[in-house]
Every structure is written in structure tokens, then in C-alpha cells.
């Protein structure tokens, strides 16, 4: 028993050292006179950095202008956002108040530089419809802060180590994604829409604030040396507003990371209750409408359309019973078919439109496929046989002869002629004139064409 007991600790042992030697920052991490220091430089803005921010904010903003997230990426790759908001979080864990100072004014002067840099741009833009990458950076929730937690966290990590040219500061710029809310609190400016430029701007500082506590929490887990000691009022007044900060970054957005959940499972939830209860053999659903309401007084509501054959009320009351089943139980379902009569609003566009569009479909594929017929296909149908022994009457002077049509194209591949081509060889040699001109004026009669290439075989 104490054999095993032995053997049991020295295995416990041997995993904890292992890992404790994977999860161990100290073996590749750079001094800590050398991060304070690399960091503090990253602070500075102005000259290149100023450029490449107005830069970096051209760029991001046309990709959020044609939609595209390749472009958005890139942008976020060289702007120099990142340095002002690390700097920040650096000296609130070293409560070095000069640094700080210096962070949030350059942070500051940042975040106006690129706003107004956005806004000209969009001010002057030709394209003024939101796109979806705009819309999808108005409105934060939880889960922006929790990716720009984790995002700042992998941030200042890879700060601290010695090789700083790896892509986790990259990649760290494209999550927390600060250069795109800047944009289109510019675009929302531009356009004079303040809810675009309100929901943009709490996004970015949603990310601001959750980079630079990543940022504080890892200084002071890795023990960096406070540079003064602060009095005890200013660290409860510093405490007293990280937590104010705190409650207005979490608070809203946690409601809407709520909202955003609860309209998903909604969402879900009526989509595979519609396609189970109203699954007819002769009734189709030809339009789902579903409005989701977080407020009691006004419940959501799932709006069906039918059609085809009428269904009774009795089977939708029976869907209405079923509706607890699939989590909808304050839901309203509201059921509308061809037999509410004038009053039903069906909208039978959505029908003409697909039956539009497929006709429309099918008209141009058979006009391709005519075309493509043309191409290929003689304009009549030429009997070669037959009209060799006709053309044997008129000219006595005819041993063999082949005839086809061909089609005549211009150099843009279009078709502008037919040709008739007749080949003939003679009994005897040469093919006289006369010869020639009666056999050209029978195959205009007889093969219907005006342009003939003749061509006598020796």
C-alpha cells in the first residue's frame, strides 16, 4: 500500500512539473527594463506613425465602403492603434502617471485623427449604402469584450517575450478589430446617422478598455515593479473609476449579448417549428415572418403565410398547442391563407417574381441554345446525291461533284453570311466558260443561295 502510495505521488509530481514547465512564461520572456521600455516608444505618435494611422484608416475605410473583408483585415494589420491603449495599461499597473498621461492624450489624438479621416472619406465617397461589414460593427456585445479580453491578454504576452516579430501582435489587432469601429463612427458621422456613430464608438471603447486591462492584469501577474508608490486615496479613486469603467462596458453590452442569444434560440426555434407543424401535402408555406420581442406586453410573433389547399381552424389551433414544445409558449402565431378572401394579404409578387425569373432563365437558355444551333446546323437540308444527278443534266461535262453550306463569321465571332460551296471535277478538262456560268446560275436557283464558291478539281 505505501508502494503505491509512492508511486502514485512521484507520478503526481512528475505531471505537475510537466505542466508547470508548458504553461511557464519565465523562459522566453525579455527583461522587464526592456517591455516598459518597448512599450513606452509604442506610445509615441507622430510622424510615421501618424501617416500610417491616416493611412491604415483610408485603406479600412473603403473596405468597409465595397464590403470587404480582405481589405478590412489589412487595414487592421498596419494601423498603429495598439501601441497608445498597451502604453496605458502599462503604466496603471506601474502607476507610472507620467506614461499615462502621455497614453491617453496620443490615445486621444488617435481616435479624432481617424474619425475625421473617415468622415472626409465618406463624405466624398460615391457609395453611401451601409454594408454589411459596416452594420456588423454598430452594434456590441458581450462577446466583443470577452474577444478583446482574451485578444489583449495574447497581446501583452507576446509583448513580454524576447522574439516580438511572431504573428500574435497581428493577429491580436485583427480580433480586438479597433480601426473598423473608428471608420464608421466616421461613416455614421458622414451620413448624419448618430446611431451608427454611437454604437461604432462604444464598440471601440469596449475594445480599448478590455486591451488595456488584459494588459494591467498580466503586469501585475507577472510582478513588474510599481515605479511610485501611489497614496491609498488615489488607488481606491483609481479603483472607484476601473470599476465605473467596467459596469458601463459590461453592463450594455451584456443586455445586448442577452438580447442577441434570445433572438438566436427564437429564431431557431421557429424556423424548425413551421417546417415540422405546417408540413402539408397539398398547403405550402410560401413566407415566414418572425418578430422577436424581449417584452411581455408585446410578445413575439411568427407570422405564416399559406398556400394552396385550405386548412381548418381546428388544425391551427393544434398548431397553437404545439407551440410550447418548441420553446415558443409566448409567442403569438398569426396564420394567413388564400381563404381569408379580400382581406388576405398574401403577397403573391414573391410568386410572380420566381415564376418571372425562372421564365426569364429559361427563355435565355433556349435563345443561347438556338444560337449554338444556328452555328452548327445547315439552313436547309442539302440532297447531295439528288442534286448531283440534276446538276448532270444541265452540265454533260460532270464526273463528281460535293456540295455543303457554310456559315461565314466576321472577326468578333459573329455570324454575317452563308455560303454555298460546290466542288467539281469534269470528264474532260478544261471546264468551259459557258460550263461554269450555267452550273453558277443553277446552284443560286437550286440551293437558294446568292453567294457561291465554286471550285473546279484537276
Do not use: H
Request: aromatic content about 8%; some cysteine; glycine content about 4%.
Amino acid at each position: 500500500m505505501t508502494t503505491n502510495n509512492s508511486l502514485f505521488r512521484r507520478f503526481w509530481e512528475r505531471t505537475k512539473g510537466m505542466i508547470r514547465d508548458r504553461f511557464d512564461l519565465t523562459a522566453d520572456s525579455a527583461t522587464q527594463q526592456e517591455v516598459v521600455a518597448n512599450i513606452s516608444n509604442g506610445v509615441e505618435f507622430r510622424g510615421t506613425n501618424l501617416w500610417v494611422l491616416i493611412f491604415a484608416t483610408l485603406v479600412a475605410s473603403l473596405g468597409l465602403n465595397v464590403n470587404s473583408p480582405a481589405v478590412i483585415i489589412g487595414a487592421m494589420c498596419i494601423s498603429p492603434l495598439m501601441g497608445p491603449i498597451v502604453g496605458f495599461g502599462l503604466a496603471l499597473a506601474v502607476n507610472d502617471f507620467e506614461l499615462m498621461k502621455k497614453s491617453l492624450r496620443n490615445l486621444g489624438f488617435m481616435a479624432i485623427t481617424a474619425i475625421v479621416a473617415s468622415t472626409i472619406f465618406f463624405v466624398i465617397s460615391p457609395i453611401s449604402t451601409a454594408q454589411s461589414e459596416l452594420l456588423a460593427r454598430t452594434v456590441p456585445t458581450l462577446y466583443d469584450v470577452l474577444i478583446a479580453l482574451f485578444g489583449g491578454a495574447a497581446g501583452i504576452i507576446a509583448q513580454t517575450r524576447k522574439d516580438r516579430t511572431s504573428t500574435v501582435i497581428p493577429g491580436v489587432a485583427i480580433a480586438t478589430a479597433l480601426m473598423p469601429p473608428l471608420c464608421t463612427a466616421g461613416y455614421g458621422l458622414a451620413t448624419l446617422q448618430f446611431s451608427y456613430f454611437i454604437g461604432a464608438l462604444y464598440l471601440c471603447f469596449i475594445n480599448m478598455v478590455c486591451i488595456a486591462i488584459a494588459t494591467f492584469a498580466f503586469i501585475r501577474f507577472l510582478k513588474y515593479p510599481v515605479k511610485t508608490q501611489a497614496d491609498p486615496r488615489v488607488e481606491r479613486r483609481v479603483r472607484y473609476v476601473m470599476s465605473l469603467v467596467l459596469a458601463v462596458v459590461l453592463i450594455p453590452s451584456s443586455i445586448i449579448a442577452l438580447r442577441l442569444v434570445r433572438q438566436t434560440i427564437f429564431e431557431s426555434n421557429a424556423e424548425r417549428y413551421v417546417a415540422t407543424v405546417f408540413n402539408y401535402n397539398q398547403t405550402r408555406v410560401l413566407e415566414c415572418n418572425k418578430t422577436f420581442r424581449m417584452s411581455r406586453k408585446y410578445p413575439s410573433t411568427i407570422e405564416v403565410v399559406l398556400f394552396g389547399e385550405t386548412i381548418s381552424q381546428d388544425a391551427i389551433e393544434n398548431a397553437r398547442s404545439q407551440m410550447a414544445t418548441y420553446g415558443l409558449e409566448d409567442t403569438e402565431l398569426v396564420v394567413k391563407q388564400t381563404s381569408e378572401g379580400r382581406e388576405s394579404t398574401i403577397d403573391f409578387s414573391l410568386v410572380q417574381k420566381s415564376y418571372s425569373e425562372l421564365l426569364a432563365e429559361r427563355n435565355d437558355q433556349i435563345t443561347r441554345l438556338r444560337s449554338r444551333l444556328r452555328e452548327y446546323q445547315a439552313l436547309d437540308t442539302l440532297s447531295s446525291a439528288d442534286m448531283t444527278r440534276e446538276c448532270a443534266a444541265v452540265v454533260e461535262n460532270l464526273q463528281q461533284m460535293s456540295i455543303a453550306r457554310q456559315v461565314v463569321y466576321d472577326s468578333d465571332g459573329r455570324q454575317v453570311d452563308t455560303l454555298l460551296v460546290c466542288i467539281v471535277k469534269p470528264k474532260t478538262l478544261p471546264l468551259s466558260v459557258d460550263e461554269r456560268d450555267r452550273l453558277e446560275r443553277w446552284l443560286k436557283v437550286r440551293g437558294k443561295c446568292e453567294n457561291i464558291m465554286l471550285y473546279v478539281q484537276e
